[in-house]
């Protein structure tokens, strides 16, 4: 296993228009977390699996984004009627639950650079 | 929700250079991680340290848990280390906030010139 993987690295779509992201977590992990990343910011956190239950949505994440991760593998990330506004790197995480409920080092992907023109 | 500071938020280096970048947070963590995000936006992992000392080659980090701070030791910079330093941390779950979700500070941007 090489790490985790993001599916397209970069995405130009006009106003409007659906997207969809794609990551595929470390194989043995348990947790799936969804970052958003904007120009001289830190990452924020948009979302969180743990397995294939969707446990946490941030505040960030308004009605016109979904995520999924079914069979708790990989997950998406849609992205309805974009706007200039999304434009934003988008990273995806993963780690382990440990016994205690926290987790272990999250690894991240190279990321989705989404522009919407 | 807990909160993250960096400071400097940017430092400007000559080759060969040390420096020193200060994370600071505002409640008990149960995990720390430093990170280099590279010009292609990819974040690296640097360190896993919620407490105590580690050393990676040049890098080195500390964390002193009690005092909520944590400091990342640049040492013999090159120029291959610019780009922007993050430290994330994940909250204990007395203090409020949630234990598996890192909250990130807005970073430390490295210039190294030659």
Same mark, same amino acid.
């Given at each position: 296993?090489?790490?985790?993987?993001?599916?397209?690295?970069?995405?130009?779509?006009?106003? +409007?228009?659906?997207?969809?992201?794609?990551?595929?977590?470390?194989?043995?992990?348990? %947790?799936?977390?969804?970052?958003?990343?904007?120009?001289?910011? +830190?990452?924020?956190?948009?979302?969180?699996?743990?397995?294939?239950?969707?446990?946490?949505?941030?505040?960030?994440?308004?009605?016109?984004?979904?995520?999924? %991760?079914?069979? +708790?593998?990989?997950?998406?990330?849609?992205?309805?009627?974009?706007?200039?506004?999304?434009?934003?790197?988008?990273?995806?995480?993963?780690?382990? %639950?440990?016994?205690?409920?926290?987790?272990?080092?999250?690894?991240? +992907?190279?990321?989705? %650079?989404?522009?919407?023109? | 929700?807990?909160?993250?500071?960096? &400071?400097?938020?940017?430092?400007?280096?000559?080759?060969?250079?040390? &420096?020193?970048?200060?994370?600071?947070?505002?409640? /008990?963590?149960? @995990?720390?991680?430093?990170?280099?995000? @590279?010009?292609?936006?990819?974040?690296?992992?640097?360190?896993?340290? #919620? /407490?105590?000392?580690?050393?990676?080659?040049?890098?080195? =980090?500390?964390?002193? =848990? !009690?005092?909520?701070?944590?400091?990342?030791?640049?040492? &013999?910079?090159? !120029? !291959?280390?610019?780009?922007?330093?993050?430290? =994330?941390?994940? =909250?204990? #779950?007395?203090?409020?906030?949630?234990?598996?979700?890192?909250?990130?500070?807005?970073?430390?941007?490295? !210039?190294? @010139? #030659?």
């Amino acid at each position: 296993d090489t790490g985790v993987s993001q599916d397209p690295r970069h995405k130009i779509t006009k106003r +409007g228009q659906n997207v969809t992201f794609r990551c595929d977590p470390i194989s043995e992990h348990n %947790r799936l977390y969804w970052y958003r990343q904007t120009l001289g910011q +830190g990452p924020e956190f948009l979302t969180y699996f743990q397995n294939e239950a969707q446990l946490e949505k941030s505040r960030l994440l308004s009605d016109r984004f979904s995520a999924e %991760r079914p069979k +708790g593998s990989f997950s998406t990330l849609e992205i309805q009627r974009t706007e200039q506004g999304d434009s934003a790197m988008y990273l995806c995480a993963s780690s382990l %639950r440990t016994g205690t409920g926290s987790s272990t080092e999250a690894f991240f +992907g190279q990321g989705t %650079r989404l522009t919407v023109v | 929700g807990i909160q993250v500071e960096q &400071s400097p938020p940017d430092l400007i280096l000559q080759e060969g250079a040390n &420096s020193t970048l200060r994370c600071n947070f505002s409640d /008990s963590v149960n @995990n720390l991680q430093w990170f280099h995000q @590279n010009p292609w936006g990819q974040l690296i992992n640097l360190f896993y340290i #919620p /407490s105590g000392t580690k050393q990676n080659g040049r890098l080195s =980090a500390t964390t002193v =848990a !009690t005092e909520r701070y944590s400091l990342l030791y640049i040492s &013999s910079s090159q !120029t !291959t280390d610019s780009g922007v330093y993050f430290c =994330a941390v994940t =909250a204990r #779950p007395n203090s409020g906030g949630s234990n598996y979700k890192l909250t990130f500070g807005k970073g430390t941007l490295l !210039t190294v @010139n #030659p």
